[in-house]
């Protein structure tokens, strides 16, 4: 005994669709602005940690005449934005704890600043439309 024909189904069928190839492109000033952005980031993010490296050093009583502490000495005194004697209290380990903190988080601050306005004149973005408050009185 023959099978029945098979039934057509209730809902048209569907038609396989041709796979479209998606490319999604990110336009060329977006990739350079990101790439100037992280390069900045990181800039300051070292500049940050080599101060921030250094105040361990001194809290730690490291040996400023082994390689390595010296290194980092020389570094966070370049990096320093001059704050080296900002505060002068009676302790070393404060004073280099004040004056090399604060300049590690004005370094952090000042890559944060930078690379929103970079983003800010870089990036195309939707027309910003300034309002004023003002009252109407009929």
Sequence with gaps: MPYPPPQ???EPRYEEAQAEEVVERTHPRIRIVRTVNALIHLVCAVFALVLAVHIV???GEANMANGFAHLINEWSAGVSLGLRNLFT????KLATFLNDGLAAVIWLVIGAILTDVITRIGVPGPRRVWYR???RYH
């Design 8 to 10: 057509e189904p209730y």
């Design 57 to 59: 050093l001194v809290l």
């Design 89 to 92: 209290p009676d302790s070393a």
């Design 133 to 135: 408050r003002g009252y």
